[in-house]
């Protein structure tokens, strides 16, 4: 089975919420390794959070089964984006039987949105 999750923001929302919170904002969100990666850029961060949003709805979620933190942005050696699944998130993957997640990112100058697919063996 595929499921497929899909999120676009205005990064100049990420800058908002950056600048009027900070630290705080990042801790909540992020993991210490995205927050390494992005160094402050909110496009960067933008990316991130779209593909966390974009992974909630593809293991059919949304914001309350799964944190924040329970799903990270990583690098492969390639460069390319990969997401890796903490806790709540890995548990979910693993009751749904999730084989493989494929995620897509992108960022323009005012937008930054994430595409995920999801090879699971249930919708369950």
């Known amino acids: 089975m595929l499921t497929t999750g899909v999120d676009i923001i205005e990064i100049d929302r990420v800058r908002q919420v950056l600048e009027r919170y900070g630290q705080r904002f990042l801790d909540r969100v992020f993991t210490p390794g995205e927050i390494a990666y992005c160094r402050g850029r909110a496009p960067n961060l933008a990316a991130r959070f779209a593909a966390k949003e974009a992974t909630m709805k593809a293991l059919g979620t949304g914001i309350r089964g ?43 100058r005012d937008y930054a949105v994430a595409f995920v697919v999801i090879r699971s063996e249930s919708p369950g």
């Open 66 to 108: 799964v944190g924040w933190k329970d799903i990270e942005v990583v690098r492969h050696e390639s460069g390319a984006p990969a997401i890796k699944l903490h806790q709540r998130g890995g548990n979910r993957a693993q009751r749904r039987g999730v084989q493989e997640i494929s995620i897509s990112l992108s960022h323009s």
